[in-house]
């Protein structure tokens, strides 16, 4: 008798179906606290149920919508406060130009339209190890 091999999602099927890297989910997304057992395996790799797969993700690493009117100005305080995205963490992807540069600026601080911030954010990661904020 041949056992059937457990329906499921292996690490490489799960990124593929949410468009990240496998090292990402599994150097990742699989060490969070509330990842799913496997319930398989298929060959050499662990198999994880789908339904359980997509409520930890929905639940802990998915990043909420950020509520930001487009075409209002937003300071990194306030932008931290929609995100959760630090004014640190912000300057330093300015200089790594992997955020965008700042449209103006209001006094001292600078500030970035809302668009702007839509679009930069909207790629990121939301896990952070050590907490429940979501972190850029």
Known sequence: MVDTPPEGETLQEIAARYGRAETTVRNQWARHPEWPAPIGKRGQAHVFDPTAVDRVVGEH????AAE????REYTAA???AATGISPATIRAEVSKGRWPAPDGRKGRANV????????AVEGRRAYRRGGSAPQG
């Open 61 to 64: 690493l998915a990043r909420p």
């Open 68 to 71: 930001l009117e487009p075409r």
């Open 78 to 80: 306030e932008i931290e």
């Open 112 to 119: 970035w339209l809302g668009s702007a911030v839509l679009k």
